[in-house]
């Protein structure tokens, strides 16, 4: 396995996406999609929860990783907890100790408490010897496991199209959307400037052509991002799909539906029957759309 890989699931609460990662230290985080297909899109406003990935769902989801889950932080080299014996004197000073054990990692069946009084008595160096003794061997051994388990893995972490210039986005129901850059300003001659894409929104019949601006600080930073102006297109048009007859927006602009010429009518309804395609497909790419 690479240094970071990316492990998936689907959960009661959505799809979970873990991204596994060890550079300096372990990290183990996930992100929750509304759907499958919302992640596949890359579609990041549909993530509505992430952070660590706790022990509880590593063992419902993905129990292989959990002795790489209880590393999170931790020295990728001798598994040693983020400033692990500093915070834990300094928490076993204020009394609190169950938060201690779990600064240092400490085993339940490693016993503690029995020196407790003795460690606090004789004060910090003699604390610091206690961990040198007891607790980095352990944390040196479960390094060790943890980057043995992930040299063993093979899942690469997925691209999701960012920095792209130009991006093609196939979604149910024949529904598709394509980005491409316009115009990259480079150094920016003045306030307001930022990159442009065109966006074409179709499914099959039913064509839908706009721009969109991209931010004026990724400009400035050199950053593109088709993919963000596919998306983020999508999410726009998700609201603006709603019913109408085209009798009923004839008869709203004033005008009565039996005056028109024939012709006329019958494109009317030819955009009405298309326009009703669109907003079907809509609905049935909401999940990972929204």
């Not at 952070?51 to 590393?71: K, N, Q, S, W, Y």
């Not at 054990?101 to 003795?118: G, I």
């Not at 709603?242 to 019958?266: K, N």
Request: glycine share 8%; hydrophobic share 35%.
């Amino acid at each position: 396995m690479s240094d970071r890989g990316q492990f998936e699931a689907q959960t009661e609460d959505g799809y979970m996406v873990v991204t596994v990662s060890r550079e300096r230290y372990f990290s183990v985080t996930q992100e929750t999609y509304s759907s499958r297909r919302a992640y596949e899109l890359g579609n990041g406003g549909a993530c509505f929860m992430a952070g660590p990935l706790d022990e509880d769902e590593a063992r419902e989801h993905f129990p292989d990783l959990l002795p790489i889950v209880r590393m999170h932080l931790a020295d990728v080299q001798t598994g040693e907890p983020m400033h692990a014996e500093a915070n834990a004197w300094f928490q076993l000073e204020n009394g609190n100790v169950d938060l201690a054990m779990k600064t240092l990692r400490r085993p339940p069946s490693l016993p503690f408490e029995n020196v407790l009084d003795a460690l606090l008595h004789d004060g910090h160096e003699a604390f610091g010897q206690w961990v040198d003794k007891t607790m980095r061997p352990r944390w040196q051994d479960e390094a060790d496991q943890a980057n043995a388990l992930m040299d063993e893995m093979d899942a690469p972490a997925k691209p999701i199209g960012e920095g792209s210039t130009t991006i093609t986005l196939t979604l149910d129901s024949n529904l598709s959307v394509t980005a491409e850059l316009l115009t990259n300003l480079g150094d920016r001659p003045g306030v307001g400037y930022y990159n442009k894409y065109a966006v074409i929104v179709t499914d099959g019949s039913y064509v839908h052509e706009t721009t969109f601006g991209g931010s004026v600080a990724d400009c400035d930073a050199g950053l593109v991002n088709a993919h963000e102006a596919a998306i983020s297109t999508l999410h726009e048009m998700m609201s603006t799909f709603e019913h109408e007859t085209a009798r009923g927006f004839i008869e709203s602009c004033g005008e009565e539906w039996d005056d028109l010429p024939a012709d006329q009518r019958e494109g009317l309804e030819a955009a009405e029957q298309a326009y009703d395609a669109m907003r079907d497909a809509f609905e049935a790419n909401r999940e990972a759309i929204v």
